[in-house]
């Protein structure tokens, strides 16, 4: 892991071992507002309480999401010869890979309905 | 509780900007398929909230933590997630134990400093020795 000394704060240096992951800055801290995400964590009736560290997991974890996403549909883009990803390339994205049947159909429908 | 949907969407400047951060220079996005990559944001955490939570009860807690969703993560096939997001953990954990321990470093420094500007000028005045420690004494109340 990382050597960096026990008490020493401040910004996280890029180059770190093993950063070699999903985005340019892998070890930059959340960028989502972590309210805003708390907010969405509040709003399913089965969750009590989130720690600080659980909602701050999820808004580093939705930023991955959506580079991915992003990612995953601009090859449909480049398929089309477009250097501007619209929004059907995005559809092909979520039809054809297994890890987004999430956002398809009925399942978003009964998530955003609640 | 129902929330309003705007509460319920995520900064579009923010999506925007990781959306042109993981794309090659030169690519642009439209507004049609940015709004429906922040939508897809907000049911990923919708649905990650949920996977997590079954974790907690699972575990009998009625606090989601850091590993029910870094478990749900696995459950919803993001596996590839959970290494990048152990490391930015580790990172926001020091930084989260950095400013607990900047804060007491900060007092204490104040502290001792005070202290040592009354040890040199002990052979001076005797008055401004004892503004020093008037002041020394008003931290320690502040704190």
Redesign the interface.
């Known amino acids: 892991?990382?050597g960096?000394e026990?008490?020493?704060?401040?910004a996280?240096p890029a180059e770190?071992p093993?950063?070699g992951?999903?985005?340019?800055a892998?070890?930059?801290?959340?960028?989502?507002?972590l309210a805003?995400?708390k907010?969405?964590?509040?709003?399913?009736?089965?969750?009590?309480?989130?720690?600080q560290?659980?909602v701050?997991?999820?808004a580093?974890?939705?930023?991955?999401?959506?580079?991915?996403?992003?990612?995953d549909?601009?090859v449909y883009?480049q398929q089309g010869k477009r250097?501007?990803?619209?929004?059907k390339?995005?559809d092909n994205a979520?039809e054809a890979i297994?890890?987004?049947a999430?956002?398809e159909g009925e399942?978003?429908v009964g998530?955003?309905l609640f | 509780m129902a929330e309003r949907p705007e509460d319920l969407n995520l900064p579009n400047a923010v999506i925007t900007r990781i959306i042109k951060e993981a794309l090659p220079d030169g690519v642009n996005i439209s507004k049609e398929a940015r709004s429906a990559i922040s939508r897809a944001a907000s049911v990923f955490v919708l649905y990650a909230t949920s996977c997590a939570n079954n974790f907690a009860v699972k575990g009998k807690r009625k606090t989601l933590n850091a590993g029910d969703v870094l478990s749900a993560m696995e459950e919803m096939e993001f596996q590839r997630f959970i290494a990048p997001l152990k490391e930015s953990l580790e990172v926001y954990r020091r930084e989260q134990k950095g400013k607990k321990e900047a804060r007491k470093d900060k007092d204490k420094k104040a502290d001792s400093e005070e202290q040592d500007k009354s040890r040199e000028e002990e052979n001076d005045d005797d008055d401004e020795r004892m503004e020093e420690e008037e002041q020394n004494d008003d931290e320690e109340v502040d704190n």
């Open positions: 892991m990382a960096a026990p008490g020493v704060a401040a996280p770190e093993g950063s992951s999903l985005c340019a892998p070890l930059r801290l959340a960028r989502l507002p805003r995400v907010a969405l964590v509040k709003a399913d009736p089965d969750v009590s309480l989130a720690s560290e659980a701050f997991v999820l580093r974890a939705t930023e991955l999401f959506v580079e991915t996403i992003a990612k549909a601009y883009a250097k501007t990803l619209q929004r390339d995005l979520i297994d890890e987004f999430f956002l399942f978003l998530l955003i």
